[in-house]
């Protein structure tokens, strides 16, 4: 592991995770100890304040050496990193292990190769038998599958009278969760695949493979729970629905989501995390059909589940940044803009108090909203400061999309704010990149041609009466652009094209943001 991604996963560490860490690792001085203790003390000082793309290199491992060195340390910080990062990820595994049936699964599953090795066959199938029946009970077929396996070897080496039946049915067993695998595994892909598409604002003519379930073909097969999640995910985004633009009928799917889940209690508790990221995406039905009476209904579920407290930090962090989020999506699609305002500061102390347990697209789409809700308010210095903010997150794989739309939002509050020095440079510096294209669809590149265009006008020095005249003339072909652009792509998932046409359509109008909310929604 690099310097830098150690420091990342030093970062990452909450405060009972550090010190479980230290506790394990001063417990066992062996093997390095001191060495490696040293090393992590010099990264947990730079991580606090290290980002990747801040600026700050990571410390290359001469420097490091030589900090060391001052600390009595001697030895390769090479090998020093590769044994902190090792025990890292062990102290952590044996802190949430406990949480976990999977983990005892594989902890039975361990115990019984020990003993296997020592010649203990009964002790070792017993062993293998309990994992067996957690496996199964929890839909582990890949863990069933490795067990089975080793209880069939195992008992070829016993002395058993009804070894040969005892083989069979595991053999039987095994047809039947290989199965349950081969149905799991054509779900899954088929709902990624449909995933994608909608995506990529892809329509869907013919079916994917994969989306029937087994039972249609052969009446004998009994689905997993798995195979039903994933099925019904299959359909939440089939021809009928997201990728039609039916939210409806997507919705309708997610109610059988959650359905399932209810059914199978003890899954749902194994997979808690897994089984909230569901029940966010069904409010995003919700708002996209607007029934905003079930939304709050099932904003409440959640907040009721963060009631009762979390197993772990992890788990807890995932119900805070759902509810927080679901709280701005209600506040904004009801026009209840200051209410969405007053969510921020309670984004900014999960922020501090969670850290890197905060996903960090969720944290890209937390800020995000708030720059709408700040926008449509008007109150274009603050919003200003938080699109700098956004779009200074750097160096992530995730939502580039809104931190582009960041970008576009800053240019449009410039416009708004009269900051001449800025728009000119704006001018310079996309008006040559942009003139060849005039024609292009890339929804983006539409806006950037418009509001260079603006910028131009504002910039010249006209006098207040030709600048309104020429400013209202470009409004109206910007906003007869979005509306073909919205037309001609019906199917297509397109972040910020809402909140940008509003903003077109106010222009036009000569009406607040906010007033053509309540035009567009009512007053909820």
């Excluded at 009446?219 to 997201?242: D, I, N, R, W």
């Excluded at 919700?286 to 099932?298: D, G, I, M, W």
Aim: include cysteine; hydrophobic fraction near 40%; charged fraction near 30%.
């Amino acid at each position: 592991m690099q310097t830098s991604d150690l420091l990342l996963l030093i970062k990452s560490l909450s405060k009972a995770e550090r010190k479980n860490f230290r506790i394990l690792a001063t417990a066992k001085q062996d093997g390095g100890g001191h060495a490696y203790i040293a090393l992590y003390e010099e990264l947990e000082k730079i991580s606090d304040d290290w980002e990747p793309g801040n600026g700050k290199a990571a410390p290359a491992d001469s420097v490091l050496e030589k900090k060391l060195k001052q600390k009595e340390v001697e030895g390769s910080v090479s090998a020093m990193r590769n044994y902190l990062s090792k025990a890292i990820l062990k102290s952590l595994r044996q802190l949430y292990e406990k949480n976990s049936k999977r983990s005892e699964i594989e902890i039975d599953l361990k115990d019984a190769l020990i003993l296997e090795n020592r010649g203990l066959l009964g002790l070792a199938a017993g062993k293998l038998n309990d994992a067996l029946d957690l496996a199964l009970q929890y839909e582990y077929h890949a863990l069933a599958f490795d067990i089975l396996q080793h209880l069939i070897r195992i008992e070829t080496q016993a002395d058993f009278k009804s070894y040969a039946e005892s083989i069979g049915k595991r053999l039987e067993k095994i047809a039947e969760i290989t199965g349950f695998l081969d149905a799991e595994a054509r779900q899954f892909i088929a709902y990624f695949k449909a995933f994608l598409q909608f995506r990529l604002g892809m329509r869907r003519e013919t079916a994917l493979a994969g989306e029937r379930m087994p039972q249609e073909e052969n009446g004998t097969f009994t689905p997993t729970f798995l195979a039903k999640m994933y099925h019904c995910q299959v359909l939440s985004l089939s021809m009928e629905a997201l990728l039609q633009g039916n939210a409806g009928e997507a919705m309708t799917r997610g109610d059988e989501l959650l359905s399932l889940w209810e059914e199978k209690l003890e899954i749902k508790n194994e997979r808690l995390g897994q089984y909230i990221r569901h029940f966010s995406n069904h409010l995003n039905f919700c708002v996209a059909e607007r029934s905003f009476e079930r939304f709050e209904h099932h904003l409440n579920e959640l907040k009721a589940m963060h009631g009762k407290g979390s197993s772990t930090l992890e788990l807890e962090a995932e119900l805070v940044q759902n509810i927080l989020l679901a709280e701005q999506l209600l506040y904004l699609n009801t026009n209840r803009l200051d209410e969405a305002c007053a969510v921020f500061p309670s984004v900014e102390e999960a922020l501090k108090k969670y850290g890197a347990k905060i996903n960090k697209a969720r944290e890209i789409t937390l800020r995000y909203n708030h720059i709408i809700a700040l926008f449509a308010l008007a109150r274009y210095e603050q919003a200003l400061g938080h699109c700098l903010d956004l779009i200074g997150i750097r160096h992530h794989a995730h939502r580039h999309d809104l931190q582009l739309l960041g970008k576009i939002l800053e240019i449009i509050i410039h416009f708004e704010l009269r900051d001449h020095q800025y728009l000119n440079n704006l001018v310079s510096k996309l008006g040559r990149p942009l003139q060849h294209a005039k024609d292009s669809r890339d929804f983006e590149r539409m806006l950037l041609r418009h509001l260079l265009k603006l910028a131009e006008i504002q910039v010249q020095g006209l006098d207040a009466a030709e600048e309104r005249k020429l400013n209202a003339a470009l409004f109206e072909q910007f906003h007869a652009d979005l509306t073909r652009y919205k037309s001609a792509t019906p199917a297509k998932f397109q972040i910020g094209l809402e909140e940008i046409a509003i903003w077109v359509e106010s222009k036009v109008q000569e009406k607040s943001f906010r007033e053509i909310l309540k035009e567009k929604w009512g007053k909820q």
